[in-house]
């Protein structure tokens, strides 16, 4: 099974801030299969970025996802409002019985 | 739109059974996986398995094997997770998720059914 890390647990930023979430796999991700979703309070989360890098319908282009090796990073450029919320990075290889997820990345107001 | 709609909260004892459901509309639900997803109070998301309505080919994470069921009627576009005889330890919000048709990520989630298992 691969694990993934993310870090930091909590990261407290001002709106306008560029905020910088990190999710490590504990071995390669097959085929850059990796998913990012946010989860804001009382809500189901939504995907935001598959496939390390692709933008989901509808999310807005501050937010990117790329990739070094087994470190994966969602980067959001400019926090707006909406952003404070939970991520969590999804890895989905090539067989359903696998999937893991982060531990999450709370993004609260500094 | 898509739309994943799950039942109500439910409040149940420990060793009662339960089925919840989640019914598809404005897509192919025969054709495209629908998975389950556990989040436990103030915890992360489990993986927990995925159905293929067309012919019921299901898979379940190791973590979830033999502890849940998942199943499907494609008549009335519903998946279901059952339980036999519920824990406390069971007590989480449950979400059920579309597979995109290409891989195994979630593009559409449902708004969650509250299960809460308590004597």
């Known amino acids: 099974e691969i694990v993934l890390t993310q870090s930091p647990g909590t990261l407290s930023l001002s709106p306008g801030e560029r905020a910088t979430l990190s999710c490590r796999a504990s071995?390669?991700?097959?085929?850059?299969?990796l998913a990012w979703y946010q989860q804001t309070p009382g809500q189901a989360p939504r995907l935001l970025i598959y496939?390390?890098?692709s933008r989901a319908t509808g999310i807005p282009n501050r937010f990117s996802g790329s990739a070094s090796g087994t470190d994966f990073t969602l980067t959001i450029s400019r926090l707006e409002p909406e952003d404070f919320a939970v991520y969590y990075c999804q890895q989905y290889g090539s067989s359903p019985r696998g999937l893991t997820f982060g531990g999450g990345t709370k993004v609260e107001i500094k | 739109e898509v739309q994943l709609v799950q039942s109500g909260a439910e409040v149940k004892k420990p060793g009662e059974s339960l089925k919840i459901s989640c019914k598809g509309s404005a897509y192919s639900f025969t054709n495209s996986w629908i998975g389950w997803v556990r989040q436990m109070p103030e915890k992360g998301l489990e993986w927990m398995g995925v159905i293929y309505p067309d012919d019921s080919d299901t898979r379940y994470s190791p973590s979830f094997q033999g502890q849940v069921t998942i199943s499907a009627d494609k008549s009335i576009s519903t998946a279901y997770l059952q339980w036999s005889s519920l824990k406390a330890s069971d007590t989480a919000m449950y979400y059920c998720?579309?597979?995109?048709?290409?891989?195994?990520?979630?593009?559409?989630w449902g708004q969650g059914t509250l299960v809460t298992v308590s004597s």
């Open positions: 998720v579309r597979q995109d048709g290409s891989a195994w990520f979630s593009d559409y």
């Open positions: 496939g390390t890098s």
């Open positions: 071995q390669s991700v097959s085929g850059s299969q």
